[in-house]
């Protein structure tokens, strides 16, 4: 018989879950490729380390662990009905360059915590769901892109939305994704096994810190996010005219890194006066890279998001046509190729509200919680082609990400994880 009651969770109980998630975050931080900083990225040594740990606690919790064929550790607490849908919690393992150590991973420890929470045992001493479907907790294994330059890998091949053409991206050192497959002890040609169908997943859920300061300047600990930010990725070239950087006088240089620095400034002054509308210029590269030489070529990078596709889309045309003038001015050719685009994902109304309901049970707030659209990507985007999508943000003193100081404290974890505890009930609760 299935309850769609939470257990009760004494404090000390849900400080007792935070405490040992931020204990586990430490301990992943310390699986790195890198001396004094943390590195973790797809396929290498260090991805099959941590999917090794996160499939011993996934045990520990009541679990029965596995790795898909994607290479995500996924942990599955059954349902009574072994053919139950399952409500997906989780986030990613992978890292950036250098990385904090609470992105992605904290969402796949307190997605643990919680199973470990609501599991009920059975007469027969076995872990079982509370609820009419199972509970299972997702270790994404790509959804930085560090490595092959193409984010959610993992999460993709789930989703059912993997494209073959991603087997010939190479990492820096040439390694197809495909050699990388077979070299960590994947099969290529099992790649579609990783994939759902949309009535084997009742939803899908993740906590994961904001990687902003709005809930710092609030002084809230938890939001309810609304969507994921639409993004379009760009590689500009501009092309001008190398040449002597003595002889050649002002009024006939073609200086390829002037105009693309001026592109870049032109960036931000438009995307400023826009709302929610983010461009960033990550990249920049002059050649032939002499100190003595004027640039005759510059390469950039255009990283470019919005909580809406028209509105980022409008904001792309007005980018352009300003690039228009700044080459025409300077007597330079530009051109752009999209290397990535994803559009906006909106969380559904449902999880919103559980999630909602969630943090008033946490907090012990009568005011509403706050309500944030995320302009950080996250697998939930390519998730939400086969399952309905809801996250819980986490506050993150500073708003800094993807950087070692990137935190968060360990009593907001433990609301966290209460919240997201009682966001699953109310799941369970809803009539099927």
């Known amino acids: 018989m299935t309850t769609t009651r939470l257990p009760e969770l004494s404090p000390e109980t849900v400080a007792s879950a935070a405490r040992r998630v931020m204990a586990r975050c430490d301990e992943l931080a310390r699986v790195t490729a890198d001396d004094g900083a943390i590195t973790r990225v797809h396929l290498s040594p260090e991805h099959a380390r941590v999917n090794r740990l996160a499939a011993e606690w996934m045990r520990e919790a009541g679990m029965t662990p596995r790795q898909d ?144 300061p709005e809930l710092d300047r609030r002084g809230e600990a938890l939001a309810v996010v609304s969507s994921i930010a639409s993004a379009r990725r760009f590689q500009l070239l501009v092309e001008g005219e190398a040449r002597h950087a003595g002889g050649t006088p002002y009024d006939m240089r073609r200086d390829a890194l002037l105009g693309a620095s001026e592109a870049a400034l032109a960036v931000e002054r438009i995307c400023r006066g826009e709302h929610h509308i983010i461009g960033t210029v990550g990249q920049l590269e002059a050649f032939p890279g002499a100190v003595n030489v004027v640039p005759g070529e510059a390469r950039f990078s255009l990283d470019l998001r919005g909580e809406f596709d028209a509105d980022r889309d409008r904001v792309w045309r007005a980018i352009s046509l300003e690039l228009d003038d700044i080459m025409g001015r300077r007597g330079l050719r530009w051109r752009a190729r999209e290397v990535h685009s994803a559009p906006a994902v909106f969380c559904a109304p449902l999880l919103q509200d559980v999630v909602r309901e969630g943090i008033r049970h946490s907090v012990g707030a009568a005011a509403e919680p706050a309500t944030l659209f995320s302009p950080a990507g996250h697998d939930g985007m390519a998730l939400g082609a086969v399952a309905p999508v809801g996250m819980l943000f986490l506050r993150n003193p500073d708003g800094i990400s993807h950087h070692p100081d990137e935190s968060v404290s360990a009593p907001d974890v433990a609301l966290g994880i209460r919240a997201l505890a009682e966001a699953v009930a109310h799941v369970g609760a809803e009539p099927r």
Request: net charge negative; proline share 5%.
């Open 69 to 212: 064929a994607a290479g995500n550790q996924l942990g599955l607490l059954p349902a009574d009905d072994p053919d139950a849908p399952v409500l997906m919690l989780g986030s990613h393992l992978d890292t950036v360059i250098d990385a904090g150590r609470f992105d992605g991973i904290l969402g796949v420890l307190m997605a643990i915590e919680v199973v470990r929470l609501l599991r009920r045992v059975d007469d027969e001493g076995r872990s079982r769901s509370p609820f009419p479907f199972g509970l299972e907790v997702a270790a994404f294994s790509d959804e930085e892109g560090t490595r092959f330059g193409k984010a959610l890998l993992g999460s993709s091949a789930m989703a059912g939305t993997w494209d073959d053409a991603w087997w010939d991206l190479a990492d820096a050192d040439g390694t197809t994704l495909r050699e990388a497959y077979r070299e960590f002890g994947l099969d290529p040609g099992r790649i579609g096994e990783a994939a759902r169908r949309p009535e084997q997943l009742v939803g899908y859920l993740e906590a994961h810190i904001e990687q902003g």
